[in-house]
């Protein structure tokens, strides 16, 4: 018999190794905590195979499914000395969601189940408080209708705020039992109107109402985006955990609240979290109202109302359990938890989300605490998040009006104009627009919009609020709770001191202070603290692929070596042409009559590519620089309307007409397979002639300025074909020869080709004869083999990812059963005849941490990617070199 449902306190048998897989991450910390003796309500979990088993069969479940959850549910009913349905002594239990990844309010909870008209009564009495059972009751009808009868929340929103109204309340917590009462009558009312059907009495229909919604949530909407954009395998499934409640809305000595065991924002080792006295469930991370702080010091001006001021007791068993919560885990824990009566209860730890800078610096801290090692911090580290710590902040010299201020919740500056909704904000990104998403307070419904925008900003909230969270996972800068802001959704304005902001309006976020200013601020340049430097010695320590930078200026070279690139893979010749000083001449040659006009042309671009290349050179100071000769065809070059035709005939003397026939003659249907790349060589030796004489020339320059040797590597793009390898490394062996006899130097420099097209990666073996090095062209070879225009795939391969036919895109990481084969078929045959042969990648798959994870099992030697994901690179580098046993010394190392 397949066991499906697990108590918390019971061991899972040794053939499951993957415990957060199998159980979930909350399932797996609940168990774990439980087993540790901490204060956790009891229950069970029924494992992820479930929701695999429930989607494969049409959303019925296994046959004993049923037995084993009543006999678990039997032992929470021992454990807290109650029972399921009695009127009496009624067990109310919370559902709740679990997945393996931890998906922040994605999916769906129901609290409070186990209460019905007579259950109601009894827990009344019970708890001698009549207010808290009906306010119990209301919340769970207001959720089971939400969450499992789909019934629009709103429904039950506008009820209690008619009520509230007509009784002149503003605080839930100020209704009286009665009031409560009638407001429930309401709720059923409306349930009956919408589904025809009463809402249920039988708690065991509840139950299973709920375990099947929860389990339905695992394909919603919100979770099958917030999936998408984290890459969360679909067939991952989720867990669900059924929970003896605790209640936080028992008075002024109950509670709510969430914790981290460090700072979220910044990594700081101090317990940060907030509470609400008399509240439930998801009160504190929905926003609706402003917690308090646990710790006093967080802010003096509020300290009276913190946990440390108003429930000391509690205070210091919740230090002591976070202390221990962290030390288990060695990682800073996101903890919920809630205080009955007095009494604290852990309710969930899982790995907390942060933001990119507090997870650099809890990593590197950690080490020297002694809790993690090296490769440890490297392998918990996502190299995407680095990114955020590269973009810019707010210049020191912007001066902007301020409009207001809130809770700083997600660090970084955003500038774009206001929309107040996701779907305005997710259209108005998709054509280009920057956008601030400014809500009240943002839900789960809003991971599309927050995903668009460059940052968000909510009037309600606190620094655990929905929006917090996820902004902090995402890496968007966030203020939260501005409350001196108005919003006015209806209108589509916000208010502050008297101003007005309409949508479309400009405005500048600064999440690292909670600052809102009019306009838009100058951004400057992000500086790199410390701990980057430090993680980032650890990863070049560990890693085997070098990291070299695609980069066609002095000014790409430079900020590369900044970042850390060790070369660069990458310099695309035909971006230096299109400059207004340069591209005169460029036309000249294309439209040159003869070979004599077009050499006189060349003559002109010569010194200008020299210089370049002498520039270059310097900023690598020695490091190799591998130089794409002219790739792009030549029509390119060309104007196309009539008035820079003209413009173009009186600056070279030409008459319209010839311009405009050599337009019409070099057009072609598909450029892309067309005269390009070698293509070009072939035909018009001259244009390479002259680009490998500069790249001489500039070597000679930088020689001498630097003192250092050149590692010069030439690369001839496009190869189909063994025999236009064979012809323009002849080509480029004389020029050089040449080059070196006029300059009186001798220069080291590797030829070698772009493997870009699949014939190429197949005939491998016999270019590799010839080659020193090759570099694969991983976009250009995604485009031909899976013939897919990467100009053109935006209009389709989003639904390819929406319906699974795709995982991801093609053009951001590698499609490794497919061109990823080729890549490795190329990579073998070509060292099977050369075994010298330099291998690496230029595409932009080089700079992403899937495609480096490939190319580090596939053995190449080096990635080159932008230099902005040189970091990403080096640090994603390190990570495949650990998964695949390439560093086998001093792992479990811990240094101080």
């Known amino acids: 018999m397949t066991k499906w449902v697990y108590g918390f306190s019971e061991e899972l048998p040794s053939t499951i190794t993957d415990k957060r897989g199998f159980l979930g991450g909350k399932g797996a910390g609940l168990c774990e905590m439980t087993q540790l003796g901490l204060p956790v309500p009891p229950g069970f979990v029924i494992s992820t195979e479930v929701c695999s088993y429930f989607y494969k069969n049409k959303k019925f479940y296994p046959s004993d499914l049923k037995a084993q959850a009543d006999t678990a549910l039997k032992d929470i009913e021992k454990q807290v000395e109650a029972e399921f349905g009695n009127p009496k002594n009624p067990l109310l239990v919370s559902v709740r969601s679990g997945a393996r990844a931890s998906m922040p309010g994605m999916m769906d909870t129901v609290l409070n189940l186990g209460l019905n008209d007579e259950t109601v009564k009894g827990l009344a009495e019970l708890s001698a408080d009549a207010r808290f059972a009906y306010d119990s009751y209301r919340r769970f009808i207001q959720m089971y209708g939400d969450v499992v009868l789909e019934i629009d929340i709103h429904h039950f929103e506008t009820i209690l705020a008619e009520y509230k109204r007509v009784l002149h309340v503003k605080d839930d917590g100020e209704l009286k039992p009665e009031n409560l009462q009638h407001i429930i009558e309401a709720y059923q009312e409306k349930v009956l109107a919408l589904t025809g059907k009463p809402f249920p009495q039988d708690v065991h229909d509840q139950l299973w109402g709920a375990i099947s919604a929860v389990f339905g949530s695992w394909n919603n909407q919100r979770a099958v985006t917030y999936r998408r954009l984290n890459n969360i395998p679909e067939d991952w499934g989720t867990a669900v955990i059924v929970q003896a409640m605790v209640f936080g809305n028992q008075g002024n000595t109950s509670g709510t609240g969430v914790g981290f065991t460090r700072n979220p924002s910044t990594g700081v080792k101090e317990f940060f979290g907030e509470y609400l006295i008399n509240a439930q469930g998801e009160d504190v991370v929905a926003g609706i109202r402003t917690p308090a702080h646990i710790i006093a010091d967080y802010d003096p001006v509020l300290a009276e109302r913190s946990m440390e001021r108003v429930m000391p007791k509690v205070f210091k068993e919740l230090m002591t359990l976070q202390d221990r919560l962290e030390k288990n885990y060695c990682d800073m824990q996101d903890i919920e938890f809630t205080i009955q009566k007095g009494k604290l209860w852990l309710l969930q730890t899982r790995n907390g989300k942060r933001t990119a800078e507090a997870s650099l610096k809890i990593a590197v801290d950690m080490v020297q605490e002694r809790l993690i090692d090296k490769a440890e911090a490297i392998r918990r580290f996502d190299p995407e998040t680095l990114e955020q710590l590269l973009h810019p902040g707010i210049a020191p010299n912007a001066e902007l009006p301020l409009f207001g201020k809130g809770l700083p919740a997600s660090p970084g500056a955003a500038v774009g104009r206001v929309y107040f909704t996701s779907e305005d904000c997710e259209q108005m990104a998709k054509d ?82 909670g600052e809102v200013f009019i306009g838009e601020a100058e951004l400057a340049e992000a500086k790199l603290s410390h701990d980057f430097e430090t993680l980032m010695g650890w990863a070049d320590e560990l890693r085997h692929l070098k990291v070299r930078a695609n980069a066609d200026t002095p000014h790409d070279a430079l900020q590369a070596r900044k970042l850390g690139a060790e070369g660069i893979g990458l310099c695309r010749t035909e971006h230096m042409f299109f400059d207004a000083d340069r591209i005169l001449w460029v036309r000249e040659m294309i439209l040159a009559k003869d070979l004599e006009a077009r050499k006189k042309a060349l003559d002109k671009l010569l010194p200008i590519q020299r210089d370049d290349f002498a520039a270059i050179f310097e900023a690598m100071e020695g490091l190799p620089v591998t130089v794409r000769l002219l790739d792009p065809p030549l029509h390119e070059f060309l104007p196309r309307s009539d008035v820079e035709i003209a413009q173009l005939a009186k600056s070279l003397h030409m008459s319209e007409s010839y311009i405009k026939q050599r337009v019409s003659e070099l057009h072609e249907e598909n450029p892309m397979l067309g005269h390009r790349g070698c293509r070009l060589g072939v035909t018009y030796p001259e244009i390479y002639e002259m680009q490998v004489r500069a790249l001489f020339e500039g070597a000679a320059l930088a020689q001498k300025t630097t003192g250092k040797s050149v590692q010069l590597e030439i690369m001839i793009p496009l190869i189909a074909l063994a025999g236009e390898f064979k012809y323009l490394k002849a080509l480029v062996l004389r020029v050089a020869e040449e080059a070196e006899r006029d300059l ?55 639904q390819y990812r929406a319906l699974g036919i795709l995982d991801r895109d093609p053009f951001s990481s590698l499609d490794q059963t497919g061109v990823g084969e080729l890549v490795k078929f190329a990579c073998q045959e070509g060292r099977k005849t050369n075994p010298a042969l330099k291998l690496g990648v230029c595409g932009e798959h080089g700079g992403d941490p899937l495609s480096i994870n490939f190319f580090e099992k596939t053995g190449l030697d080096y990635v080159s990617c932008s230099p902005y994901r040189v970091p990403i690179a080096r640090l994603a580098a390190a990570k495949a070199a650990i998964g695949f046993g390439r560093i086998t010394e001093g792992l479990s190392e811990k240094v101080a």
Do not use: W
Not at 748 to 764: D, F, H, S, W
């Open 432 to 513: 280009g627009v920057p956008v601030i998403l400014v809500r009240p307070q943002t839900s789960p419904e809003d991971i599309h919009g927050m995903h668009a925008a460059q940052g968000i900003l909510t009037t309600c909230g606190g620094m655990t609020s929905h929006a917090a969270v996820v902004a902090r996972g995402m890496g968007r800068p966030c203020i939260v709770g501005a409350q001196d802001i108005n919003i006015d959704v209806e209108d589509k304005v916000m208010t502050s001191g008297g101003v007005k902001i309409k949508e479309g309006d400009f405005i500048t976020l600064n999440g690292a202070k």
């Open 744 to 798: 009186g130097q001798n220069f080291t420099y590797l030829i070698g080709t772009m493997i870009e097209l699949p014939r190429a990666a197949l005939k491998a073996g016999k270019i590799a004869l010839d080659a020193q090095f090759f570099s694969f062209g991983t976009n250009d070879l995604t485009q031909m083999t899976m013939g897919i225009s990467r100009d053109d795939s935006g209009s389709f391969v989003p």
